[in-house]
T-cell receptor
Framework: KAGVTQTPRYLIKTRGQQVTLSCSPI?????VSWYQQTPGQGLQFLFE???????NKGNFPGRFSGRQFSNSRSEMNVSTLELGDSALYLC??????????????FGQGTRLTVV | AQSVTQLDSHVSVSEGTPVLLRCNYS??????LFWYVQHPNKGLQLLLK??????LVKGINGFEAEFKKSETSFHLTKPSAHMSDAAEYFC??????????????FGKGTKLSVKP
């Protein structure tokens, strides 16, 4: 069974540009969550999608957005990039039904560098 | 509000000696707590989880953790460290009541070094 796949693995962008990151969850998993990992702030929750609907959102500005498609694949978009957006972006998927879910399986992340 | 505090940013042990990674939690209801491990250039892996069943939780690779409500602690232990245990460890609490893992709050992490 394939794990969580994130593409691309590495990305370099210029300040002011926008970027789209992709996450393919484990087959059958309909919950996808995104996290930002930086040395200063650690791992922080961005948002969670389930069945194409955003369920939860972390404390990030509106420049950070996401969506989920009918096949459960998810994308996150960051517009007007800032130097502080440089981070490892991690995606996690889990099977979920109501309040019951399996463990979250994480991808290897996308390393975004903003110059 | 839910939160976790990892008391040590870095722990160094010798191979074959016990490991103790400390975590305190804050929660307005019975929490769901987890420990994750992150090896360099690898994704996060779940070590173990507590969801209000047994207070002593056994995980993978010989790790275990004990939930102590009176001390609001969830410390991770292993009797004998192995070189392959060197990694960063995260104590995590679920925001969602019921313990679903779609919305997790991570501690700042503890880097474990293992000396030969």
């Amino acid at each position: 069974k394939a794990g969580v796949t994130q593409t691309p693995r590495y990305l370099i962008k210029t300040r002011g540009q926008q970027v789209t990151l992709s996450c393919s969850p484990i087959s059958g998993h309909r919950s996808v969550s995104w996290y930002q990992q930086t040395p200063g702030q650690g791992l922080q929750f961005l948002f969670e999608y389930f069945s194409e609907t955003q369920r939860n959102k972390g404390n990030f500005p509106g420049r950070f957005s996401g969506r989920q498609f009918s096949n459960s694949r998810s994308e996150m978009n960051v517009s007007t990039l800032e130097l502080g957006d440089s981070a490892l972006y991690l995606c996690a998927s889990s099977w979920r039904q109501g309040a019951v879910s399996t463990e979250a399986f994480f991808g290897q992340g996308t390393r975004l560098t903003v110059v | 509000a839910q939160s976790v505090t990892q008391l040590d940013s870095h722990v160094s042990v010798s191979e074959g000696t016990p490991v103790l990674l400390r975590c305190n939690y804050s929660s307005s209801y019975s929490p769901s707590l987890f420990w994750y491990v992150q090896h360099p250039n690898k994704g996060l892996q779940l070590l173990l989880k507590y969801t209000s069943a047994a207070t002593l939780v056994k995980g993978i690779n010989g790790f275990e953790a004990e939930f102590k409500k009176s001390e609001t602690s969830f410390h991770l232990t292993k009797p004998s460290a192995h070189m392959s245990d060197a990694a960063e460890y995260f104590c995590v609490v679920s925001i969602d009541y019921g313990g679903s893992q779609g919305n997790l709050i991570f501690g700042k992490g503890t880097k474990l070094s293992v000396k030969p």
